[in-house]
């Protein structure tokens, strides 16, 4: 089964999408009447999408999504780096990135790159320029907690970048599903990334 953007899910073998189908339903995939919360996680994946792994100072992943910060401010933790760059507060401005400039450890502005500058340069905090990046261990075990599915020791995949085992999902006695969450940024990136992997590592010792 596939599913690409935006929301659409493609089955390849037909005797199996109604079973699918039901499947994605009970567990909250398919959604006919938005629900409250729903919006927020929505946005929380078009976020990742958009960023890798989700690094980005606090304003850039408020400016994605919006109100629902605090539900995504969850599955995120402090990096360990400051960023060199703001986004650009105007929301039909240039879309530059301004760079920042240091007065003091605490004291430093945010000034536009273009010349001439079309932005107003802005007061910041050290704490304004602290990347978060996705915590992915939280999110998997939300996840898992959410969709029933028992989680495994080792979650990330070496060889496939933002791509991570949730778990196992056991369906009725004998019968398991390996569970994993890929977070890329395009389609091309998805396929060409995971074909390989899939063709190598599918087999009978997962079910």
């Known amino acids: 089964m596939t599913i690409r953007p935006s929301n659409i899910a493609q089955c390849t073998r037909d005797d199996d999408s109604a079973l699918i189908e039901e499947w994605l339903v009970k567990r909250g ?15 929380l994946w078009q976020a990742i999408e958009r960023i890798p792994g989700l690094a980005a ?10 109100d629902e910060y605090e539900l995504v401010e ?3 933790r402090p990096k360990g780096k ?3 760059g703001y986004p650009c507060p105007e929301p039909e401005g240039s879309g530059c990135v301004h760079a920042v400039v240091e007065h003091a450890p605490d004291d430093m502005v945010a000034v536009c790159r273009r010349t001439p500058r079309r932005c107003e340069a802005i007061p910041l905090r050290k704490r304004d320029i602290v990347v978060y990046e996705l915590n992915g261990s939280v999110l998997r075990a939300s996840i898992a907690s959410t969709l029933q599915i028992t989680q495994d020791e080792k979650a990330s995949l070496e ?11 056991f369906a009725y006695a004998g ?3 390996p569970c994993f969450m890929t977070c ?3 389609q091309k990136n998805t396929i060409g990334r995971l074909r390989p992997w899939w063709r190598e590592t599918t087999s009978s010792s997962f079910c």
């Open 29 to 43: 995939f398919i959604v006919t009447n938005r629900q409250e919360g729903h919006e927020g996680t929505l946005r």
């Open 57 to 66: 100072v606090t304003q850039e992943c408020r400016s994605l999504v919006g």
């Open 74 to 76: 969850a599955f995120r």
């Open 82 to 84: 400051l960023a060199a």
């Open 159 to 169: 060889r496939l970048p933002m791509t991570f085992r949730i778990g196992t999902y």
């Open 175 to 177: 019968f398991r599903v």
């Open 184 to 186: 890329q940024s395009t």
